[in-house]
Structure formats: structure tokens, C-alpha cells
């Protein structure tokens, strides 16, 4: 089992930016493929981007593409979520996710969907005014 704390959240301007950490415990964090979700006021959650247990694999929703960069640290069990060019719509809260599930040989709507995830942190918030 792992635990997950998401970090580095907070209120910016449009057009500004943010780097989210999340740390895992456990000595096994190379075993789990990672996901950044976030959840809107009154929305579902949604799928941002997720990487391979290597991080040679990445996946981004369109909503974030060319904007936001997932990587990780298997050394320091940490993944990360840097986010350029904020907008007022990526208001939400941000939810680090793991699953022990491959996601490289997993459909995209598969690694879109919140059900893959087995873990999940307790959210860091992001506000980004206009």
C-alpha cells in the first residue's frame, strides 16, 4: 500500500506558474504508474496526466497539453505536475493518484479514468485568479 501528499498548491495569476509535488511512502513507489486528477467546483474529477512506473510514458488530457509536464523521481518517491500558462479554468483542486496496473499497454480512456487508480492523495487547491 502507499500513501500520497500532495504540495505546492496556491492562488496565482492567469498566466502564471505552479509545480506540484507529491510524495509517496513505501519503498516500492518504481512499482506504481502515477496520475495528477483535479476536481472543479460542481464538476467530476478529470484526468490531467499520468506517467509510466519508469517515466519513459506520458499522457496528458488536451485540456493541459503543451501546458503541463508530469515527471517523476523514483528516487525520491515524488512525482511532479509543473504547470505553465495557468488559466482561470484549471481552478480545481489536484489529487496525486497511483495504481499498480500498467498504463503502458492500457487503452487512453483507461488511463483517463479515475476507476485505474487504487491511491489517491488528499489534494493540494490551485486558484488561479483572472
Known amino acids: 500500500q502507499v500513501q500520497l501528499v500532495e504540495s505546492g498548491g496556491g492562488l496565482v495569476q492567469t498566466g502564471g506558474s505552479l509545480r506540484l509535488s507529491c510524495a509517496a511512502s513505501?519503498?516500492?513507489?518504481?512499482?506504481?504508474?502515477m496520475a495528477w486528477f483535479r476536481q472543479a467546483p460542481g464538476k467530476e474529477r478529470e484526468f490531467a496526466a499520468a506517467?509510466?512506473?519508469?517515466?519513459?510514458?506520458?499522457y496528458y488530457a488536451d485540456s493541459v497539453k503543451g501546458r503541463f509536464t508530469i515527471s517523476r523521481d523514483n528516487t525520491k518517491n515524488t512525482v511532479f505536475l509543473q504547470m505553465n500558462s495557468l488559466k482561470p479554468e484549471d481552478t480545481a483542486v489536484y489529487y496525486c493518484?497511483?495504481?499498480?496496473?500498467?498504463?503502458?499497454?492500457?487503452?487512453?480512456?483507461?488511463?483517463?479514468?479515475?476507476?485505474?487508480?487504487?491511491?489517491w492523495g488528499q489534494g493540494t487547491q490551485v486558484t488561479v485568479s483572472s
Open positions: 493518484a497511483a495504481t499498480l496496473k500498467t498504463i503502458t499497454t492500457a487503452t487512453t480512456a483507461q488511463v483517463m479514468g479515475v476507476i485505474r487508480y487504487d491511491y
Open positions: 513505501g519503498r516500492t513507489f518504481n512499482t506504481y504508474a
Open positions: 506517467i509510466s512506473r519508469g517515466g519513459a510514458m506520458t
